[in-house]
């Protein structure tokens, strides 16, 4: 983790890729930068180093659990997420 004068702070995390993944593990990095805002945190998100077939699905993905973040982190409830309901674990 690092931060600056500006108080941003950013986080880098190597991805692990679970078995039958596209992506091979630790080729590529997820880098989450946050950053103070007049009403708030601005989150950067950067998922580098992903083959072109992988970067539609993961970006549909990223996508779909930030929205749900900027609903929760103020409080609110996004509900129940579709995505758990049609992939269980």
């Not at 500006?6 to 995390?13: C, S, T, W, Y």
């Not at 630790?26 to 708030?40: H, I, K, N, Q, Y």
């Amino acid at each position: 983790m690092e931060t600056d004068e500006g108080l941003a702070v950013r986080v880098l995390q190597a991805r692990h890729a679970d078995e039958g993944d596209p992506v091979p593990p630790g080729s590529s990095r997820v880098e989450l930068t946050f950053a103070p805002e007049p009403d708030g945190t601005l989150l950067t998100l950067t998922h580098s180093g992903l083959p072109e077939p992988a970067r539609g699905p993961h970006q549909e993905g990223w996508e779909h659990y930030l929205d749900r973040l900027a609903v929760r982190a103020p409080g609110g409830d996004p509900g129940p997420d579709s995505w758990m309901e049609q992939n269980p674990a």
